[in-house]
């Protein structure tokens, strides 16, 4: 109902002059809804051991297109990285950090710090990825935005890890902080490699085949492509 300001009489919300004095009143306008902007904060957990020097050099050269690609789907994004070895040999992992901050939309900052990244270490084929991940789902995302974490390795996780006993925990671990997306970026026709897909439950995913291959200039561009379809997958997901 609306009332007249002259003699406070209510009327309905269509009316244009009052029912009972004949005033004129305001006209109603419905207001615009509010749409809701759509952010992702998309956490890499990036393998740095010896064999991953072409992935390494992937995402340094194809980030600034990767979150174009996002962004140009109407998603706000926020990167950031994790690098891990093997801490069972005392090769700890380290969250990236971009003024402070694990996340940043600085692109240009974001290739600066990948770039002085190598390949280097990993003792035995396991390494601490499940690690890695439990460091990921602490770090502090947006409470707007959309969590994403991709895992790139081409190794098996060490189970237990220095820190994390089972898969199981990390499992439980991704549901309770409430990430809607993680991606695996595994060599997926390895069977030592199949126990990474059970991250995928109770979240919205997919695995996407590594590659294989000594040459990593050959893996490096094949990588960037996948990164590219990730891009569109991430876009597409977020809410």
């Known amino acids: 109902m609306k009332n007249c300001s002259n003699c406070g009489a209510s009327n309905p919300n269509k009316a244009k002059f009052c029912n009972e004095c004949g005033k004129e009143l305001p006209l109603?306008?419905?207001?615009?809804p509010s749409v809701k902007k759509r952010e992702a904060d998309?956490?890499?957990v990036l393998d740095c051991t010896g064999s991953m020097q072409g992935e390494i050099d992937a995402i340094r050269d194809a980030i600034t297109a990767f979150a174009d690609t996002i962004e140009s789907e109407g998603v706000r994004v926020r990167v950031g990285l994790i690098e891990f070895?093997?801490?069972?040999?005392?090769e700890e992992h380290r969250v990236l950090t971009f003024s402070g901050q694990p996340f940043t939309k600085d692109a240009a900052a974001f290739r600066q710090e990948v770039s002085a990244l190598k390949a280097t270490g990993g003792g035995d084929e396991p390494e601490s990825s499940l690690d890695a991940v439990m460091l990921a789902l602490r770090q502090p995302f947006s409470p707007d935005a959309s969590k994403v974490i991709v895992?790139?390795?081409d190794a098996p996780p060490h189970i237990p890890d220095k820190e994390t006993k089972s898969i199981e925990e990390v499992v439980q671990k991704i549901k309770s902080v409430g990430v809607q997306?993680?991606?695996?970026?595994?060599r997926t026709k390895e069977p030592s490699c199949e126990v990474y897909l059970k991250?995928?439950?109770g979240t919205r995913g997919i695995a996407f085949e590594l590659g294989k291959g000594d040459d990593f200039r050959s893996r490096a561009e094949n990588f960037k492509r996948t990164l590219m379809s990730l891009g569109k997958t991430i876009s597409t997901a977020t809410r």
């Open 28 to 32: 109603d306008f419905e207001p615009i």
């Open 42 to 44: 998309i956490m890499f």
């Open 85 to 90: 070895r093997d801490r069972l040999i005392d």
């Open 151 to 153: 895992l790139v390795t």
């Open 181 to 186: 997306q993680f991606y695996l970026l595994i």
């Open 199 to 201: 991250l995928l439950e």
